[in-house]
């Protein structure tokens, strides 16, 4: 490829989407996209309702897997990661949720100068659109967010008995309250996926300064001295060498962008002399600090037939997927994550540290295997573990992929938050909203009552809510491996790193919704033009959060004293 281009972005997805349209706003530059998947176009990612078909299929899943996690007794876990165009925003469950405010004041705290909550709320505003009018929401932005309408009481009982347990509700999760149960909203534009792709890639290409190279694997970045010019990379055997005039964008994720800056030669001098690749820069702490989020399934039986479980049959869902391809209504048309919540584990806890998703049937999140009968069922997990990881090499083969271990669970704190979500969770289905329907509690069971009994399950059943975050986390500490205030890697010029991996902390929520106000922000740090501090962007809580675990009335706003702020989320011991 003899063409020249101003920037190299390494990645379509979530990230790589959204740097390549506002980088390429700018009709004077030309923009090359590398992504080592093929097309997104399919059905299976088209159609909400069927988000376990496209994340079980070799076409769209990396189909990576852990090592041995040795605190769940050496288990194996599956670890999708999104292979294509717009990456895992194509296979997600599109639950979209921006984390609590708390997060970004978390993220400045530990080092991530310019992304605390004032300064990250102007670009969540920026990438989405919705319906409602708030000066907290967007109304402009490329995806836009729904909420699910399929009118299963179900959504509504579990509000009801998150308030009945007295947890505060919440009109909206990603408005003024993140704390408290809520409906849920969804990454869908006209009952169709919204994702990453379809939302900045397309309209992207549209313009004809941006070109995206399919199936391009990249084995490394090269340098001059510390500075980034260009990228190798394979297709179909053949190598490409491509050189960017103004920079390189790395955008592969939380487990492909610490690989190919390991076979690059930046990172532990011990592991890349141990693959005999010349170091350019040692980095001990690339590939570090790999956080995720583990999640339960809390399942009960339904005295009565009103939940999903009545369309598993071959016949109902030929008949929903021809409602949706004709109309792109019905439930083909919703992930049926229409309701959740978020709360504090214990008093002590400044925000919350559990998420909950509520779904009106007990099926695996693979959909493989469901529970055989009419029931539903909450994932829930906790949202700042302790436990850290790591992303390290195979080999020096770009087809090999990396070795993953997250050590969940090898925390102490890890465990008692874990028994908590099991403990709280089933004391919002024993309230009076379920009272009529609520049956045999299917999973744990009613046999699983005691620490040591709920550690086995927690051993044998707690899963990846796939959302891996942290590799290269980016502050102005020596360990750091990106700046903050230009994203570019620390230590050299050209090269930038926008994705997940430079996340300090995981926030409390799905992860692609603040992925994508990431690169975003990014974009115009890129470009030296960031937007302004909203300066309404209130940081809502609970004033006696010292004392309760739980409140009906989340009315405290701590946005007025942010240093008072960062003492407090030291006190939780949460920096």
């Known amino acids: 490829m003899l063409e020249q281009f101003d920037y190299i972005v390494i990645g379509a997805g979530s990230a790589g989407c959204v740097i390549a349209n506002r980088l390429g706003e700018d009709q004077r530059k030309k923009i090359l996209v590398l992504e080592a998947g093929g097309s997104d176009r399919s059905l299976t990612i088209s159609m909400p309702a069927a988000l376990s078909l496209p994340m079980n299929s070799k076409r769209f899943n990396w189909g990576l897997k852990t090592e041995p996690e040795p605190g769940l007794d050496n288990r194996i876990m599956n670890l999708p990661r999104g292979k294509g165009l717009g990456g895992s925003s194509s296979i997600n469950g599109m639950c979209y949720v921006r984390g609590n405010p708390m997060d970004y004041e978390l993220w400045s705290a530990k080092g991530a100068l310019g992304w605390h909550w004032a300064n990250v709320l102007p670009y969540f505003k920026k990438l989405e659109k919705v319906s409602e009018s708030s000066e907290l929401r967007g109304n402009e932005g490329p995806i836009t967010v729904t909420k699910g309408n399929s009118g299963n009481i179900l ?64 084995e ?266 230009t994203m570019k890697l620390n230590g050299f010029d050209g090269l930038f790193v926008v994705d997940s991996s430079v996340m300090p902390q995981a926030t409390a929520g799905d992860l692609n919704t603040p992925t994508l106000m990431i690169a975003e922000r990014a974009a115009d740090l890129i470009k030296g033009e960031v937007l302004s501090e909203d300066i309404l962007a209130p940081i809502m809580g609970d004033f006696n959060w010292r004392e309760r675990q739980r409140s009906s009335e989340i009315g405290h706003d701590f946005s007025s004293n942010r240093k008072d702020l960062k003492k407090l989320l030291s006190e939780t011991n949460q920096l």
């Open 155 to 218: 959504n509504q009982k579990f509000l009801e008995a998150g308030a009945q347990a007295g947890y505060p509700l919440s009109e909206n999760m990603n408005g003024i309250q993140h704390e408290g149960m809520s409906p849920m909203e969804m990454f869908v534009k006209k009952g169709t996926r919204a994702s990453a792709a379809k939302s900045y890639l397309y309209p992207a290409l549209k313009r004809g300064n941006v070109k995206v190279e399919k199936h391009a694997v990249v």
């Open 220 to 485: 490394k970045i090269l340098f001059e001295g510390k500075k980034a010019e260009a990228v190798l990379y394979s297709k179909y055997g053949k190598k490409f060498k491509i050189f960017a005039r103004k920079g390189i964008i790395l955008s592969a994720g939380s487990i492909m962008s610490p690989k190919i800056l390991k076979l690059s030669g930046v990172g532990p001098k011990a592991e890349l002399s141990a693959h005999g690749i010349e170091i350019i820069k040692s980095f001990d702490d690339v590939g570090a600090n790999l956080m995720d989020h583990l999640e339960l399934y809390i399942q009960y039986q339904c005295r009565k037939p009103i939940t999903l479980y009545k369309y598993l049959n071959p016949f109902s869902k030929f008949l929903i997927g021809i409602q949706w391809m004709l109309f792109k209504k019905g439930l083909g048309a919703t992930n049926h994550f229409e309701s959740g919540g978020h709360i504090r584990s214990r008093a002590g806890i400044l925000y919350p540290d559990i998420q909950f998703h509520f779904l009106p049937l007990a099926i695996s999140y693979d959909g493989k295997k469901d529970a055989g009968t009419h029931g539903f069922q909450v994932h829930v997990g906790t949202k700042r573990a302790k436990s850290r990881g790591w992303v390290r090499l195979k080999s020096n083969d770009p087809l090999d992929p990396p070795k993953v271990r997250f050590n969940y669970m090898t925390d102490p704190q890890d465990w008692i938050d874990m028994r908590a979500c099991i403990t709280l969770t089933r004391e919002i289905f024993s309230q009076n909203s379920f009272s009529d329907i609520i049956g045999n509690e299917i999973a744990p069971g009613e046999n699983c009552k005691t620490s040591d009994q709920m550690d086995k399950f927690i051993k044998e059943k707690v899963e990846s809510a796939y959302h891996p975050c942290g590799t290269l986390r980016m502050g102005t500490d020596r360990k750091a491996v990106v700046d903050p205030r």
